[in-house]
Nanobody, 116 residues
Framework: EVQLQASGGGLVQAGGSLRLSCAVS????????IAWFRQAPGKEREGIAC????????VYSDSVKGRFTIASDNAKNTVYLQMNSLKPEDTAVYYC?????????WGQGTLVTVSS
């Protein structure tokens, strides 16, 4: 069974940094793509970053490009999201996601709160 475990959220001041982790199990990590999404209160869930594990290709949304970095550690089956220069508008629940054998799998979400 595919499982994703997100962690690392918390409270941080504007301008600060956090690193989220997503531990993945139940699939061939090197053949997967892992994405981070976020959902702010009252807003739709948005995709913000994605990495393809076999070649480290990455894609970012305009809202986080230049501030967030996604990276994978294939030895640990873990994907990280380094978030720098955080803004209050980054406040959201962050989810990791993968699509495996035509099914979507989601981590449980981790809350990031950025105070002004």
């Amino acid at each position: 069974e595919v499982q994703l475990q997100a962690s690392g959220g918390g409270l941080v001041q504007a301008g600060g940094s956090l690193r989220l982790s997503c531990a993945v199990s139940g699939l061939t990590f090197g053949n997967s793509a892992i994405a981070w999404f976020r959902q702010a209160p009252g807003k739709e869930r948005e995709g913000i970053a994605c990495i393809v594990s076999d070649n480290d290709d990455t894609v970012y949304s305009d809202s986080v490009k230049g501030r967030f970095t996604i990276a994978s550690d294939n030895a640990k089956n873990t994907v990280y999201l380094q978030m720098n220069s955080l803004k209050p508008e980054d406040t959201a629940v962050y989810y990791c996601n993968t699509k495996w054998k035509l099914r979507d799998y989601w981590g449980q979400g981790t809350l990031v709160t950025v105070s002004s």
